[in-house]
C-alpha cells in the first residue's frame, strides 16, 4: 500500500517506519509518499480521459524544489503564485511556457519580470493589471499571453476564508466588467487573450458550484468567439477538496466528468490548477509529545512539539487532521486536546481526540499536511522550519534540512 497505513503495530510511509525517519532526523518533521503524489498526479490526469486537458499543479500548495521537480517529471506543468514561486518552477525544471501566474496583488516588479518570459499565461485580475500588463509589453514590443480571472459570484460551500468566487471576495473581475475587457481585446495589439479563468474556492467538496463556475465560463468563451477572439483554452482553477476526516468528498472521476460535462460544447481544452488533491494526503507531519497535563476531568492536553508553526490550518481556520500516534502501545484510550508550544492560545491542532493513552516521548503524525504545510510555515516564536523528508520507492531522502537559528539570522544585522 502506498502512502500512509499501518500494516503492523506502528505507521508506515510507502513501507519506511514514520519512527525510523523521526528517529534520525528529529521531530517535528514533515514526510512525503514520492509514489502517492505521482499516483494523486496520475489518478487526475486518467480521470479527464480523452477530453483535451492540462493539469497545472498549484506550487502554492506545496513548492519544495523536490516536490516540484518529481510532479514535472510525472508530466504536471505548474501555477505559480508570485514571481519567486515563477523562479521556483524554474528551478524545478518547468518550462515557462508551462507556467501559469496567478495571484490577486502582482506588483510592478513583478510583472515587468513575468511579462518578458513568455509564460502560459498572466492570470490577470483586474482592468487595471490588464492596463498594466498591456503597457509593459507594448514598451518591450512585445505580445502579452493573458487570461481573465472573472469573478462568477458563486458561493463554493467551502470555508470562508478559503472561499473567493463570491462578489465580496477580492479575487477576479466583476462579470460586466469580464464582458467589457473581452470587446476590447480585438484592439490591443499588445495582448493575446488565450484564456477565461475561473477559481471559486479550495476544499471544495460539493461538485455544484465547480460545474455553475465552469458552465459560466464556457458561456464566456462563447461571447469571446463572438468578438473574434480564438481561446486557446479554459482554465478552471483549483479546488477539489480531500476527505481530512473520512467524510465523503467527490471523486476524481465525479470532478473531471463535472468540468467536461460544463464546458463540452466550446471544444475547447480545459487547464486545471490542482493543489491540495496532488499534495495533501501525500504528506504528513510527525511530531513528538512534549508535554501532558490535565484539561477536564475526562481529557488532558497533549502538548507537541509541532504546532501553528508547523501546520497553521486549525489555527487559522478551525480545519480538522487526523492525529494518531505514530506507535499505539496502549490497550486504554484518552481524549486529548493537541496543542502546540506556540506562546497562543489559537495554537491547537486537534480537539477533542480519543486516541490510545500517550506518554511524554511518543511520536505522533498528522495526517494530510503535504498541502499548506510547509508551504505555511513561519518562524513565530524562533522556531525553525522542519526538515522535510521524500520516501521513494523503499528509501528516504532529506529534501529540505532543518532550519537553523543561523539560518534564521544570516539576514540580520545589529
Ligand atoms: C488561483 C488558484 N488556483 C489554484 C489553487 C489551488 O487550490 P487547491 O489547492 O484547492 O487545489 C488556488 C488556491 O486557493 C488558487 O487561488
Known amino acids: 500500500m502506498i502512502g500512509f497505513s499501518r500494516p503492523a503495530h506502528q505507521f508506515v510511509c510507502d513501507g519506511v517506519p514514520l519512527s525510523a525517519i523521526a528517529e534520525a532526523e528529529g521531530t517535528p518533521v514533515y514526510i512525503y509518499s514520492a509514489a502517492l503524489l505521482r499516483e494523486r498526479y496520475q489518478a487526475i490526469d486518467r480521470a479527464f480521459g480523452g477530453y483535451p486537458h492540462r493539469l497545472h499543479y498549484a506550487l502554492k500548495a506545496n513548492s519544495s524544489l523536490a516536490v516540484a521537480r518529481l510532479l514535472r517529471e510525472s508530466g504536471s506543468a505548474a501555477d505559480a503564485n508570485s514571481i519567486w514561486e515563477i523562479e521556483l518552477a524554474r528551478r524545478a525544471g518547468f518550462p515557462p511556457g508551462d507556467v501559469i501566474f496567478t495571484g490577486v496583488g502582482k506588483s510592478a516588479a513583478e510583472l515587468e519580470c513575468a511579462v518578458p518570459l513568455g509564460l502560459k499565461a498572466i492570470n490577470v485580475e483586474s482592468a487595471g493589471e490588464l492596463a498594466r500588463v498591456e503597457a509593459i509589453a507594448e514598451r518591450l514590443g512585445v505580445t502579452a499571453r493573458v487570461a481573465l480571472r472573472v469573478n462568477p459570484d458563486i458561493d463554493s460551500k467551502s470555508h470562508p476564508h478559503i472561499s473567493t468566487g463570491l462578489k465580496i471576495n477580492k479575487f ?54 463572438g468578438h473574434g477572439v480564438a481561446l486557446e483554452y479554459l482554465d478552471l482553477g483549483g479546488g477539489l477538496g480531500i476527505s481530512y476526516d473520512h467524510r465523503h468528498v467527490p471523486t476524481v472521476e465525479q470532478y473531471a466528468r463535472v468540468l467536461t460535462d460544463s464546458v463540452r460544447s466550446t471544444r475547447l481544452p480545459i487547464v486545471i490548477e490542482p493543489g491540495r488533491a ?51 502501545n496502549a490497550a486504554s484510550e484518552r481524549q486529548y486536546e493537541f496543542v502546540g508550544p506556540v506562546c497562543e492560545s489559537s495554537d491547537v491542532v486537534g ?64
Open 351 to 414: 480537539r477533542d481526540r480519543m486516541v490510545p493513552t500517550l506518554e511524554v516521548g511518543d511520536l505522533v503524525w498528522i495526517a494530510d499536511a503535504g498541502a499548506y504545510g510547509s508551504a505555511m510555515a513561519s518562524n513565530y516564536n524562533r522556531r525553525p522550519l522542519p526538515a522535510e523528508v521524500l520516501v521513494d520507492d523503499g528509501t528516504w531522502r532529506v529534501i529540505r534540512r532543518r532550519q537553523t537559528l543561523d539560518d534564521m539570522t544570516a539576514l540580520e544585522s545589529v
Open 172 to 225: 477576479g473581475i466583476p462579470l460586466d466588467e469580464t464582458r467589457q475587457l473581452v470587446a476590447s481585446i480585438p484592439r490591443r495589439r499588445h495582448l493575446a487573450l488565450v484564456a477565461i479563468h475561473v477559481h471559486v474556492g479550495s476544499q471544495i467538496t460539493a461538485t455544484g458550484p465547480l460545474a455553475s463556475a465552469a458552465a459560466l465560463v464556457g458561456e464566456l468563451a462563447v461571447e469571446v468567439r
Open 278 to 328: 496532488i499534495a495533501g494526503p501525500a504528506g504528513a507531519l510527525v511530531a513528538r509529545v512534549v508535554d501532558l497535563k490535565p484539561r477536564t476531568a475526562d481529557s488532558d492536553f497533549a502538548v507537541l512539539d509541532a504546532g501553528m508553526t508547523e501546520l497553521m490550518r486549525p489555527a487559522l481556520y478551525g480545519a480538522y487532521h487526523r492525529i494518531e500516534p505514530v506507535r499505539p
